[in-house]
């Protein structure tokens, strides 16, 4: 790794941090509280977005850098997204879903999430709704991923 740095993130109970590795150390960076109950995290194909999710049913969208894009949250009835100011763009509900998988496609224009609903959603990120709900499982679903070419 020589002259470069990587960022690491984890998820807990405690929330999300994140971590820069290089010269063989590894230093905090960043712990982001508000996502106590964090599950899964992701980042996406180029490594600038940083997506978690968990107990809340939310998942929060994160620049590589730390600042908050986003939150986007499927209320049953209607999806909706905050914006940055926790501002509600497009509609309010409660949540019942825990998330505890995550995953971008290939270009990271979709992410498919899952959770104790038993039901694969996927996000189209650019018009950010729900484009497909899959409701085949009889359990949590607990983990997603897109194939390479997806």
């Known amino acids: 790794m020589s002259g470069r740095s990587l960022i690491i993130a984890t998820a807990g109970s405690d929330g999300v941090k994140t971590w820069t590795w290089g010269d063989s150390q590894l230093r905090a960076r960043d712990q982001f509280a508000e996502e106590i109950g964090a599950n899964c995290l992701r980042f996406n194909h180029n490594g600038q ?9 939310s998942i929060t969208l994160r620049h590589a850098s730390g600042q908050k894009l986003g939150q986007l949250v499927d209320s049953s009835s209607s999806a909706s997204f905050t914006d940055s100011n926790n501002e509600n763009m497009y509609g309010e509900g409660t949540l019942s879903n825990q998330i505890n998988a995550v995953s971008f496609s290939s270009g990271s224009r979709y992410l498919a999430c899952g ?5 694969v959603k996927v996000w189209d990120l650019k018009k950010r ?14 983990c997603v991923e897109f194939s390479r070419d997806g």
């Not at 977005?49 to 809340?56: D, K, M, P, T």
């Not at 959770?115 to 039901?119: F, I, K, P």
């Open 115 to 119: 959770g104790t609903d038993m039901v």
């Open 49 to 57: 977005v940083l997506v978690s999710a968990g107990e809340s049913g």
């Open 129 to 142: 709704s729900i484009i497909r709900k899959f409701r085949s499982h009889s359990s949590s679903v607990t």
